[in-house]
Each structure stands twice: as C-alpha cells, then as structure tokens.
C-alpha cells in the first residue's frame, strides 16, 4: 500500500486576522474604562498614595508580559521545538512593547519618595528622631545607602532598559530578516539567534535580578532574599506563557493559526506552563521554609508584615488562586487539550499573578503591614492595574499586526502542517 | 483458567504504521471488537483505531499521591505532637511548614509507585506466554520493524475462512494462524 501525504499547506496570507482589530479597540475602552474608575477611586480616598502603589504592579505586570516575553523568546531559540513556532511571533510583539514599559517605569522614577521608604529619607539621624523610620530601619538605610539611592535607581533601571531594548531590537530585526533569506541558510540562521539567546538569557537574568530588587524588593529597605529575582523569573515564565497560549489559541479561530495550531503543541505548552506553575510555588515556599526556620529578626518581620493582621486570608488565597486551582486544572490532559478551557487556566493564571503581587506589595507601607484594611484607595489595585494591562494589550495588538503571525523559514514550518501523529 | 485449545486468532502483518492503523480503523468500523495492534514502538492511532478507552491509572496515581501525602503529614504530626513532642527553638510541636517536604516527597513516591504498580496490575503484566508468540514472524517483526493486526477468534464474527479473506483485503505482507 502506498503511502499518502496529508500533509496541510501553509495559507498564503499570513498576517494576523482582522479581529486583532477588535480586541485593540475592546483593550482600550476597558482601559479607559478604568482610568475613570482609578481617578473616582483617588477622589474618594482622597490621595494618590494607592494609584502609585497600584502603579506598581501594573508596571510588573506591563514589564512581566514585554521583559519575560523577550526572554521566552531567547528560550525557544535555544531549546528549539515545534511549540517555540507556535508562540514566537507573539513573543516578539510582547516584547516590542517595552517603549511602553519605560513610560510606565517614569512614573515610578518620579514619585520615588511616596514609594520607597529609602528615597524618601535625606538625613537618617532626623528621620530617626522624627519618628518616620524605626531604628533596624535607619540602620539598613544607611548600610545600603551606596546602593539604595535615587541616582543608582535611576541608572541602573535605565542600563536595565537599555540592555533589553538592545536585545529586543536585535531579535526582532534578526526574526523578519531570517524570513526573507533563502531556506539554504537556515541551519546558519538557527545557530545565529541561539548564539545571541543563550548568553541574552544569562544577562537578562542579572539586569531583571537587579531591576526587581529597587522596584519591588526595595519597597521594604530592611529585608532581602537571595532568590528574590529568580522568584520573578519564574514568575514572568508563568504569566508569558499563560498569555502567549492565550493568544495563539484565541488566533487559532482563523488562519492561519487554525492551520499551525495542532492539539499535539497545544499539549506541549499546556505542559511547560505547568512545569511553571510547579516551580513557581517551590522557589515561594523554599524562600518561606527556609526564613520561617532561621526565624532571624532580620528576615522574618517580613512575613509577618504579610501574614499577621488579616493577610494570612490574603497569603492563604493567594497559595490557592496561583498554585492549587491551576495545578489540580492542568493536571488534567483533557483540559491541557481542550482550547476553550485552557484559555479559562490562562486568564486565571494572569489574574492568579496579579494577586500575588498584590500580596508583595501592598504590606510594604507602614499602614498596610500586618494590618489589613479598607480603604476607598486599597480598589486603586484593581482599577490601576486593570487601566495598565489593558492599554498595555492595545499596544501589544498593534505590534502583532505589524509582521506576518508564523515564521516561514523554520524547518519546524514543514513538521507542523504534518497531521497529528506524524506515523499514520 | 483451563488451557484453551484451537485457533487463538488470525494475524496480519504490515509492513508501516500507516497500513496497520488503515487496516485497524477498518475492522473496528466493521464491528470487530476483539482485535489488538501489535507495534515495535507506540503509534497513538493504533490505540485510537481499536476504540482506545481510559484505563484507572491515572485515577490510581492520584490516590495513591494523596494517599502518600496524607500518611506522611499525619506520621509527623503524630510524631511531633503527641509520641515525641520536642521543643525545637521554641516553635510549636505542631509546626507545619517543616512537614511539607516529607509530605511532598511521599507524595511523589506513592504517584510514582501507584503509576507503575497499577499499571502493571491493571495491563496483566508480567504475563509468562502469550500465544502471538507462536507466529515466528511475530517473534522476529514486532520488536523491530513489522506492524500487526490480530483479530481474535473470541470475536462472535470470527470465521477462518471468511476473516482470512477479510484480512487478505488489506493486501498485508502476510495472514496466519495461530494456535493457542
């Protein structure tokens, strides 16, 4: 019997469908939306305090989704793999949004003082007596002054910037050269972008590292964790590719994704979310385990900033929204396999995220440790955040509709139109 | 179980993948129910081409995990708070965070070992004779490059002749009988 090709072909056209359209204009109004909201929320609380440290985890969400989508996009070159297809374009329009991360990043660089505790305090001996910091406070601001201090903040964010935008520039230019380029070169291609991958990955661990430790783990002067950057790591691994499934699924309903998507990539990235979603909960509660054993006056106050006074309900969700509910989900293949319910993990993966950098930040001021309240301003980290994503993912859809969706010159292109099990 | 005697089935053999899972797909349309694929290395259409159905492992894997976690968090909780209740830097005796880990390991060992023992117990393996064995072509093909299709004479719509013919249609490389 002879054997048949079944083999699908690539659609001509190949730019992402029309409706991208639709999901910008629907970004924006919910972004606009909920600019409102957050301006009514700041009359009725009366101050900005909130919007900033709301603020805040926008911009980690914002710099997660462009920053971590540049480093998926240096994994996929180095790892290979029919799944890095499937996602790269959309990588590469994540991460072409970091001009929009600066902007958000400049708010945080001029309301410094309202935000970290060190940036605020001139004179420790003043501060001290005037009663605005605590003694290990004043002590670990003066310690760390040569590091904590607002021009070091400023430049080293801006080198932060700088280094991934260089990165940013050069794959995405790299990326749609190489389409261009006969299949003859392809081999020099592969080894050319895992060349710049593989030590772009190193770097960016070190200048995400340094970048997470002044915007978030500043906020608190007095403490620090060795695993602080590659809790984050993880952390934009998890959120990247809960957002990149959520986008090449949601393309899937037209070409040409319904043609590239195969059940058997889905299953794959389904797969190495979780595998995500299982280190991102060991490096959290190893940081615990270990802090909670040593019970050192230094490290410990932290969590019970974040534990004491009604933040234990807060810690206690937080562990089932961003572990429990999508482990015990993806645990299961029919649901790994199963689009619109993996877009539902997905999306509840990101709010799952944007918890748990609630449950980072908010306990950091004075008034909110170990001590959890209403406010009108505490809904600020709903409605800021929610503003932030959302003209975020307008700008992310103008970006994705700027280059044709699939790569074409990748010998997984070939593997990929092949039906599912490549043997029958 | 007493010996059975006679004709155990009738065996076709293929020489790719692809003609198997055609020729299985086929069969199982015809209403053939007791048949089975025989590959060198797994072919997911095979199993679905026969009626693949879910087995108990995984719900077998997950009990025992959940099992493993609960005994290993009630031991050191019995341990710690009422058979050896130490005073370890001043910590309560029932200090959860600390049994994690064992609780996870065990977790681990008993999914892994529920896995591999349901496995084992719920296929029938290991199993000392199987009469394929009989065919030396199955000897010699199936754990290297030969594909087969056995349908089984416990089949109501088994016939020699009739199923011999049958399985000729698929034009395989051969078709023979084997004995119990």
């Known amino acids: 019997m002879a054997h048949e090709t079944h083999a699908k072909t690539l659609p001509a056209e190949l730019s992402a469908p029309s409706f991208v359209d639709g999901w910008k204009l629907r970004a924006l109004v919910v972004g606009v939306i909920f600019s409102l909201i957050a301006a009514v929320l700041a009359f009725l609380?009366?101050?900005?305090?909130?919007?900033?440290?709301?603020?805040?985890?926008?911009?980690?969400?914002?710099?997660?989704?462009?920053?971590?989508?540049?480093?998926?996009?240096?994994?996929?070159?180095?790892?290979?793999?029919?799944?890095?297809?499937?996602?790269?374009?959309?990588?590469?329009?994540?991460?072409?949004?970091?001009?929009?991360?600066?902007?958000?990043?400049?708010?945080?660089?001029?309301?410094?003082?309202?935000?970290?505790?060190?940036?605020?305090?001139?004179?420790?001996?003043?501060?001290?007596?005037?009663?605005?910091?605590?003694?290990?406070?004043?002590?670990?601001?003066?310690?760390?002054?040569?590091?904590?201090?607002?021009a070091t903040f400023v430049w080293v964010s801006l080198l932060c910037f700088a280094i991934w935008a260089l990165y940013t520039w050069r794959l995405n230019v790299l990326g749609l050269k190489r389409d261009s380029d006969s299949p003859a070169n392809t081999p020099r291609w592969i080894k050319k972008l895992e060349n710049i991958s593989g030590p772009g990955i190193v770097v960016y661990t070190l200048t995400m590292t340094a970048a997470v430790i002044y915007w978030v783990m500043s906020m608190d002067p007095t403490w620090y964790s060795s695993v602080y950057g590659l809790l984050f790591l993880v952390g934009q691994g998890y959120m990247v590719l809960a957002f990149a499934i959520l986008v090449s699924l949601s393309l899937s309903k037209a070409e040409p994704f319904k043609t590239i998507l195969r059940q058997t990539e889905q299953h794959d990235l389904g797969k190495f979310m979780f595998a995500f979603v299982m280190l991102n909960i060991y490096l959290g509660f190893a940081q615990f385990l270990i802090i909670w054993s040593g019970n050192l006056p230094e490290e410990i106050p932290w969590y019970l900033d974040r534990i004491r006074g009604h933040w234990g309900i807060i810690i206690t969700l937080d562990f089932i929204f961003h572990w429990l509910i999508p482990f015990a989900l993806l645990l299961s293949r029919d649901i790994k396999r199963n689009k619109k319910r993996l877009v539902r993990v997905c999306q509840w993966m990101i709010f799952a995220k944007a918890f748990d950098l609630f449950w980072l930040i908010e306990p950091n001021f004075k008034d909110a440790a170990r001590n959890l309240h209403f406010s009108w301003g505490i809904l600020e980290y709903v409605a800021v955040p929610v503003a932030m994503v959302s003209f975020w993912v307008a700008y992310f859809c103008m970006q994705l509709k700027t280059r044709p969706v699939v790569q074409t010159n990748d010998p997984h292109v070939a593997e990929i139109l092949e039906p599912e099990h490549a043997h029958a | 179980m007493p010996a059975r005697e006679g004709t155990y089935g009738l065996l076709a053999?293929?020489?790719?993948?692809?003609?198997?899972?055609?020729?299985?797909?086929?069969?199982?349309?015809?209403?053939?129910?007791?048949?089975?694929?025989?590959?060198?290395?797994?072919?997911?259409?095979?199993?679905?081409?026969?009626?693949?159905?879910?087995?108990?492992?995984?719900?077998l894997t997950l009990i025992g995990g959940l099992m493993g976690c609960a005994a290993m968090f009630s031991m050191e909780t019995w341990i710690s708070v009422l058979a050896y209740p130490l005073n370890i830097a001043g910590r309560p005796t029932y200090s959860w965070p600390a049994f994690i880990v064992p609780a996870y390991e065990w977790t681990i060992l008993f999914a892994g070992l529920s896995a591999a023992f349901g496995m084992l117990a719920l296929n029938g393996l290991p199993s000392l004779y199987h009469p394929l064995f009989n065919a030396p072509n199955f000897r010699d093909g199936a754990t290297t490059d030969k594909f087969f299709l056995c349908l089984e004479a416990l089949d109501p719509k088994f016939d020699l002749r009739e199923t011999k013919a049958y399985?000729?249609?698929?034009?395989?490389?051969?078709?023979?009988?084997?004995?119990?």
């Open chain 2, 13 to 59: 053999e293929f020489d790719t993948p692809g003609d198997l899972v055609r020729a299985a797909r086929k069969a199982r349309q015809d209403g053939w129910r007791r048949l089975d694929c025989y590959t060198p290395y797994p072919v997911e259409e095979a199993a679905e081409a026969i009626g693949f159905h879910r087995n108990r492992v995984p719900l």
């Open chain 1, 45 to 150: 609380d009366g101050s900005i305090e909130h919007v900033l440290r709301a603020w805040v985890l926008g911009l980690m969400m914002a710099f997660g989704f462009a920053v971590g989508g540049l480093a998926m996009l240096m994994v996929q070159y180095c790892t290979g793999g029919k799944w890095g297809l499937l996602i790269r374009r959309p990588l590469e329009a994540m991460s072409r949004t970091l001009p929009l991360v600066f902007v958000y990043w400049l708010v945080v660089a001029f309301e410094m003082k309202r935000l970290f505790l060190w940036a605020q305090v001139n004179d420790v001996a003043a501060a001290l007596k005037s009663g605005l910091i605590n003694e290990v406070q004043a002590h670990a601001i003066a310690f760390k002054r040569p590091m904590l201090n607002p």
């Open chain 2, 167 to 180: 399985l000729e249609s698929f034009q395989p490389v051969s078709v023979v009988e084997v004995e119990y």
